[in-house]
């Protein structure tokens, strides 16, 4: 297992064309670029996903993880979005233009979640400007089932508690008492920002309508090297839908995590960092 050091983070805010975004960044140094894309949920944001990876990839490659926008301390549109497509159009719009600030042709990019969805969308439309992907713990696919524990996720602002929020997050794990310390450390501060009224009514409208997968035959025409990671017992986004991409994606590879929910970057986080780092390099 390699040896990282401490890197600096850097937070603060940027405007691009149409977005103010809170930006992550590390390893300003590095010629190149990895862009990390959140997922979902109440309250989450990005520093609180990818803490671990823009220390630890910092050390190697230049590091960017966004808010998306809709989410935490980026903008939030006053007028809710008519469709899941609309924001999926804003939020491409959104990492374009970031590229474009920093001046950054082609990158990497690493999606979770619901950021996997978008990293796809984007090589799908702007297959020039990416080179490789990884996709942590991919949903979205047709066959993926709306489980019971992510069912409750999405009806939290039903009613909302700090206690619930921590309740639904133990759910997102796979080893909940080895896991408490983390889940107690983000719930006070995720709730705080959950219960912010411009990041409840994104949330809602975000999720008021369904996504719509990307077609098997754009999937199929993606050359792109792709890293899907997945943990075997994540119960939020089923590892089916890792299988399905790994049928439908023309150049793909699946690494699974035994004993692992669907947190793989923080409950495997030296080993999720060692990897991706390793497929970035070109070594696997």
């Not at 894309?37 to 630890?56: C, E, F, Q, R």
């Not at 990884?134 to 508690?161: C, H, I, Q, W």
């Not at 890792?242 to 986080?269: D, M, P």
């Amino acid at each position: 297992m390699q040896v990282t050091t401490e890197v600096t983070v850097k937070s603060q805010r940027i405007t691009t064309g149409k977005y103010t975004t809170w930006m992550n960044e590390s390893g300003q140094q590095h010629p190149e670029t990895i862009i990390f894309l959140h997922g979902s949920g109440p309250g989450v944001t990005s520093i609180a996903n990818w803490k671990y990876a823009l220390n630890d990839c910092g050390s190697q490659f230049h590091c960017l993880a966004p808010d998306l926008y809709g989410f935490a301390q980026s903008d939030h549109p006053d007028v809710p979005l008519k469709n899941r497509q609309a924001w999926m159009d804003c939020w491409m719009e959104q990492v374009i233009e970031i590229m474009d600030y920093y001046k950054l042709e082609k990158v990497h990019i690493v999606g979770n979640s619901l950021g996997c969805s978008i990293a796809l969308e984007l090589a799908v439309e702007y297959p020039e400007r990416f080179d490789r992907i990884v996709l942590m713990g991919p949903g979205g696919t047709p066959n993926t089932k709306l489980s019971l524990e992510l069912a409750r996720a999405k009806n939290f602002y039903d009613s909302p508690s700090e206690k619930r929020l921590q309740q639904i997050m133990g759910w997102f794990v796979y080893d909940k008492e080895a896991m408490q310390p983390v889940i107690d450390e983000v719930t006070k501060p995720r709730f705080e920002n959950a219960m912010r009224e411009e990041v409840k009514r994104s949330n809602n409208s975000i999720f008021a309508t369904a996504a719509v997968p990307i077609p098997t035959v754009a999937l199929n025409r993606l050359q792109h090297p792709i890293l899907l990671v997945h943990g075997r017992d994540d119960k939020v986004c089923s590892i089916e839908s890792s299988y399905y991409l790994l049928e439908h994606l023309g150049n793909a590879q699946l690494h699974v995590f035994s004993r692992c929910g669907h947190w793989t970057q923080i409950e495997k986080k030296d080993e999720f960092n060692y990897l991706i780092q390793q497929f970035f390099n070109r070594l696997i």
